[in-house]
């Protein structure tokens, strides 16, 4: 156990509010939050690999699973090196990985799954139009083009859905993501605040 990262998934379909909740997490001390989506936006676009990503993000595909866990694997690194993420005291939350079966698969033994918060909107056109606001506010492509979007789902309910079946179902709690990120947060919080009770040590002693 000790050498896998304790970890909270944050799943769900897109512009149900994993990166609001992850975020807002990732502001507590002892939680880190890691976005996939945030981590290809981040790399040189012009580079062959940036290139190769672009060539998948744009149109709403998924980036090939060896390559996603590759750069994944890469950029945690980076992290603990630099001192950002601290394995022993920082629980990981991610948003946007595992995204296939064959990525739950491959991470199976770099994590130590505490919980999954699973996000749920029963109403597509909610989350189409916060993504069309946030596309307007972070200037995402892939947000702002309706057939891209459409991929989107239809790539959520083919290839990510399935990975919730890999977890024991004992991990997976379902939250409610429509209405205000506040009261999705409290909801996040009865969830993910006792799991951190357990495991958290207080950096002042
Ligand atoms: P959203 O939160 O709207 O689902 P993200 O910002 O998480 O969008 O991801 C944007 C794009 O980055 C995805 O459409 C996909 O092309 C790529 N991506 C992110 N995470 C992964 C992953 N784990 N595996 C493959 N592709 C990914």
Redesign the pocket.
Known sequence: MADRYRSILLFG????G??TQGKLLGSIPGFFHL???????GMDKDSTLGKE?VS??S???????EL?VRL?QQHVKGLIENGTYAPARDVLVL??????VT?AQALDDKLDVLAIIHLTCPDIDEMVQR?KG?ALKEG?K??ADENVIRR?FE??DAETSPVLGHYDAALINDIDGVGKPARVLRDVLAIVAPLHDDSFENPLG
Do not use: C, H, N
């Not at 976005?35 to 290809?40: K, L, P, R, V, Y």
């Not at 149109?59 to 699973?65: I, K, N, Q, S, T």
């Open positions: 379909p897109p512009g149900v994993k990166g976005a996939t989506g945030e981590m290809f936006r990503v998948y993000s149109r709403g595909e998924l980036v090939p699973d996603t994944w948003d946007g990985i595992p995204r296939s990525q993504m946030r995402r892939d947000d989107r790539v959520y």
